[in-house]
C-alpha cells in the first residue's frame, strides 16, 4: 500500500499541527529528498523513479540510498539522468532479445568477468573491486564533495551492530561498504570501523534527509516471490530471501512511527538478488510505480 506521509498526519486531526510542516504548508518542489532502497537487482527499478524527476523538470534536494540505492544514487548524483542510467544498464546487461553468445563478442563481456571475480580470503563469495573501478570511471568523481546532488550512503558497523550514515570523504569506499552484503562479497574498513550493507539496519533510508527536506520519497525494492512447487529454496535463496525479510520487518516498524510523505514499492516479483539480466522485466513491473509517482508529484507540486 503506497502512504502519503501528509495522509497519514492529516488524519490525526489537530495533533498534526504539532509537526513541524503540519497540513495547511505546501512543500517546495525544489526541496523533495529522495530515498533509494537495497534490493539488489530489484533496485533497477529506481532509475524509472528518477525518470519521473527529470521529466516533470525536479532535481531532488537530498538523496540517500542503501545498497544497490547508492549505487544508482552516486550516478544520479553525480549529474547523470535517469535515462542515462538505463542506457547504461542495457550496455552492460544481456536482454531477452539476445544470447549470451552475443554478448560475448562484445567488450562488456570483459567487465561482468571482472566484476564477477571470486573472493573467498577474505569473507566473501565475490570481488567487488572491477565493478568499484568501473563505477568510479563512469561517474568521475571521488568524493562526496564533487557531487552536484547531496547525497548520504548508508552501511552497518559490523561490531557495533549501528547504522553509518556517510556524506563526506571518498566516494566509491563509501559505496563499496554500502553493498558488502554478508557472505557475498567482504566488509570494508572506512575511519576504524568495519562496515557492510546498509540494509541489515536501515534499508530505505529516508529519515537521514526528512527533516531537511519539504517531502520525502522513499523507494522500496525489496520485491515479492511466488513459492516454489517444493518449498524447499536452495542455499543461496535461503540466505538472500531471509537478508529481504529482515529488511521488510525493519522497515514495516519504522514505518509505523514515522512514514515518509510518500512511499512507493513496485511490484518487482520473482527477481533473485543478483538477477540483473532480468532488467527488462524489472522495468516493466516497475512502470506501473512510475506512473503513480508521476500522477502524486504532479497533483503535489502541478
Not at 5 to 22: D, K, N, Y
Not at 53 to 71: F, H, K, V
Request: net charge negative; hydrophobic share 45%; charged share 25%.
Amino acid at each position: 500500500m503506497d502512504l502519503t506521509r501528509r495522509q497519514f498526519t492529516c488524519a490525526l486531526g489537530s495533533a498534526a499541527l504539532l509537526l513541524p510542516w503540519g497540513c495547511a504548508k505546501k512543500p517546495r518542489a525544489d526541496r523533495i529528498g529522495i530515498a533509494l532502497g537495497g534490493g539488489g537487482a530489484r533496485g533497477l527499478a529506481h532509475i524509472l523513479m528518477l525518470e519521473v524527476l527529470d521529466e516533470l523538470g525536479i532535481q531532488p534536494y537530498r538523496i540517500s540510498g542503501t545498497s544497490i540505492g547508492a549505487i544508482v544514487g552516486v550516478l544520479y548524483a553525480s549529474g547523470k539522468s535517469g535515462r542515462e542510467i538505463r542506457q547504461l544498464v542495457d550496455e552492460l546487461t544481456v536482454g531477452s532479445n539476445e544470447s549470451w553468445f552475443d554478448a560475448l563478442s562484445e567488450q562488456r563481456v570483459l567487465r561482468w568477468l571482472a566484476f564477477l571475480l571470486p573472493e573467498l580470503r577474505r569473507g566473501g563469495l565475490l570481488n567487488p573491486e572491477g565493478f568499484i573501478n568501473f563505477l568510479s570511471e563512469t561517474v568521475g568523481i571521488k568524493t562526496f564533495n564533487e557531487l552536484k546532488i547531496p547525497l548520504q550512503v548508508v552501511a552497518t558497523d559490523f561490531w557495533k551492530r549501528e547504522a553509518v550514515a556517510l556524506s563526506s570523504g571518498e566516494l566509491m569506499p563509501a559505496v563499496q561498504a554500502s553493498m558488502a552484503l554478508p557472505g557475498v562479497s567482504a566488509a570494508v574498513e572506512i575511519n576504524d570501523r568495519l562496515l557492510v550493507d546498509g540494509g541489515l539496519v536501515n534499508p530505505v533510508p529516508y529519515d537521514l534527509i526528512q527533516f531537511e527536506s519539504d517531502f520525502t520519497i522513499a523507494v522500496d525494492v525489496t520485491g515479492t516471490r511466488t513459492p516454489d512447487d517444493d518449498q524447499n529454496p536452495n542455499y543461496l535463496d535461503t540466505t538472500f530471501d531471509a537478508f529481504q525479510i529482515l529488511q521488510t520487518a525493519v522497515l514495516r516498524e519504522k514505518m509505523k512511527h514515522n512514514p515518509p510523505n510518500l512511499y512507493i514499492r513496485p511490484e518487482i516479483r520473482d527477481v533473485r538478488v543478483l538477477e540483473f539480466y532480468k532488467f527488462e522485466a524489472i522495468f516493466e513491473q516497475a512502470q506501473v510505480k512510475k506512473d503513480l509517482l508521476k500522477r502524486e508529484l504532479e497533483r503535489q507540486f502541478g
